[in-house]
């Protein structure tokens, strides 16, 4: 979801918009001026207090909290970063008939659900996410995430499991209201709660966490049918953030979160039960999906999946202009804003006026979709390395055409650009979809314009495939696909990405005693900082670690990662761990100050002293992060020949790069002394930090300049 929430410390708005204003974040992130002086700019007291701190104890391994030496332990996961020999994951199949009533607004829908327990564990329960309870009048909310529409949530009217009835009597709407109201919930979860053990029965169900106690358990290695039938209003009105509103009046239609989903059970925690409050996003079980959405006859549908029945459900002309879609690059119109209604922008429909579109998709882990009463339909192409061409679908109303006008353009380049970049784009089509959603994605379906179409898209990776939990870890998710959008936006433009900066401006805002670490869990990061820790410092660390090893042997790590957790659920350690593997390098120190606290490098160079050929350079780091030392010496043009230190590489004729590891830190020490021995060519300036990478609050005292000779006036 393109939903940027910028840091306090950075500024205090927060936008829904697309690549362009992302690069303006950026650059104005990156965009701090390195002041030049004669001399080393002095501390503030502050600092100068800070420097005369006791030695550092710098954690260099990464915590390890139960879920993950459990996983360890049992073989499901592995400290290489990899899947375990033991890994498992469950699986869940859908069968949905779903059918919209624009009258009221209203789905009305069941679903024959079966759980598949690859887990070794016997199931006595079934985790599910309701999220249409979301809409009820005492849902818990994050701020400041307001839903459209107070509704009755998801009203569940029968549930069976393997065809015995599911006792549904917490998910009874209150019999009065304010208090009574509540009172009568509460007993009806207590009355649930007390059942008689061997009755299946449905525990918490006006929650967005749900579950399913079992009369009988589901075996290792066994599987259950979960019949569920349902109905719920599709919001729409007035909301704020993202997925609140689902509906523009009663003509175009987005449901989201719209069907009982079973909810994740993994070797880490078990069932998934965190709530739906807003913000965070979600963390789903692969399966196939079957979908039947019976909607009035005239009205588009698109969403996740391959249409089935394109013979029953589009005009002769529209089949034979889609078939033409992968033949070129070019848009073809596939139902035109003069085609409106049954007959013209589709079949004829049944005796009650209404068509049934059929859907299906593989292995994927949620379904989306959207209809409209005046939709225009819009395709072109992308071609996939190793797959060739698929369609890109692009669905509207006729007066937003401008807001699509270069939809496929950048749709196409996104999914071009990142089957090279991590691996080829896994599905058949990608669809873009209009609508009061304007940033939002799914399996094959984002609900963008072109704004966002580039960072949606890039969601087509994660977590669509490499399936990390959002709800907890949206870095791995939201700030992932923020720093692969920098490389997508440079390529477009035929430009060289830039990362200088980026984790240098981090030292800003390191510190605000609001600001959650990365590994807090993103649904209590805070309405202040959850925009900035999910989205925006993910680009922040990796431009760090680019400092320390180069971007390109970040991206390659980062790629065999993405690839050997396709279609799994990886988790933070797991990364980290790959990482490490993969680049060959020891970093619990890195992983730890960047996820695990808020603490900066703050380096400053505090002394540069020059005797003969040696110039000894003092660098100080106030902060609790640890960094390499990053010196570049520029020389004076002309003088005796520069001799290279071990150390050092020359970038230019009269510049070198001198560098000594993170290893210098680790006993603690906050000052370390740099001899610079390159002969006897004068040294006019040192700059500490060139590419602007580490975390530091003042910049300005990073670098040093030669005094310039003085010069006698002639008498």
Known sequence: MFQVLVARSFFRFRFRAGRAVALAIVSLLVTAPVLQAQVVAPKSSASASIAKAPPRAIR????????????YAAGTRDSTGRPGRNYWQLRTDYAIDVSLDPATSRLTGKARITVHNSSPDQLRDIGLRLDPNHFLGNAPHAAPWVPAEVTDGMVISRMTIDGKPVNLASNAAPTGDGGSGARAIVAAQQSAANAPTGEAVLRNGRSTAASVRLGTPIAAGASAVLDIEWSHKLPGGPGTGHRMVQRWADTLYQPTQWFPRVAVYDDLRGWDNELYVGPSEFYNTFGTFDVNIDVPAGWIVSGTGVLQNPAQVLTAAARERLAKVTQSDAVTTIVGPDEIGPGQSTAM?????????????????????????????????????????????????????????????????????????????????????????????????????????????????????????????????????????????????????????????????????????????????????????????????????????????????????????????????DYMFFMNTALGRDLGWFWNSWLFTTESVDARLASVKTQGIRTTVTVAQDGNMPSPIVLEVKFAAKGPAIRLMKNAVMTDSITALVTWPVDVWFAGSRSYTADLVFGGRKIERITLDPSRRFPDRNPADNQWLAAAPTVTPAR
């Open 60 to 71: 260099r391994d990464v915590p390890i909290t139960n879920s993950i030496r459990r996983a």
């Open 349 to 573: 429909g049944n005796a009650n006026g209404r068509l049934v579109w059929r859907f299906h998709a593989d292995t994927v882990n949620d379904f989306a979709w959207a209809t409209a009463r005046k939709y225009v339909w819009q395709a072109t192409r992308a071609t996939i390395p190793g797959k060739g061409a698929i369609p890109v679908h692009m669905l509207f109303l006729p007066g937003r055409a401008n807001l699509f006008a270069k939809a496929g353009e950048i749709s196409r380049h996104a999914l071009e650009f990142y089957s090279k970049l991590w691996f080829p784009y896994q599905f058949p089509q990608l669809t873009l979809q209009d609508g009061p959603s304007s940033g939002m994605e799914y399996p094959m379906v984002i609900n963008s314009n072109q704004g966002a179409a580039d960072h949606e898209a890039g969601h087509q990776w994660w977590p669509m495939v490499v399936s990390n939990n959002e709800t907890w870890y949206g870095w791995m998710d939201e700030g992932f696909n923020q720093y692969m959008n920098i490389l997508s936006d440079a390529d477009a433009a035929s430009k060289a990405p830039v990362f200088d900066g980026l984790g240098q401006s981090y030292g800003r805002t390191s510190g605000a005693e609001a600001e959650p670490p990365m590994m807090w869990n993103a649904n209590y990061a805070g309405p202040g900082y959850y925009g900035f820790t999910t989205y925006q410092k993910t680009p922040l660390m990796l431009s760090a670690l680019g400092g320390i090893v180069g971007d390109t042997a970040v991206q390659r790590a980062h790629r065999e990662w993405a690839q050997v957790w396709m279609f799994k659920h990886p988790s933070p350690w």
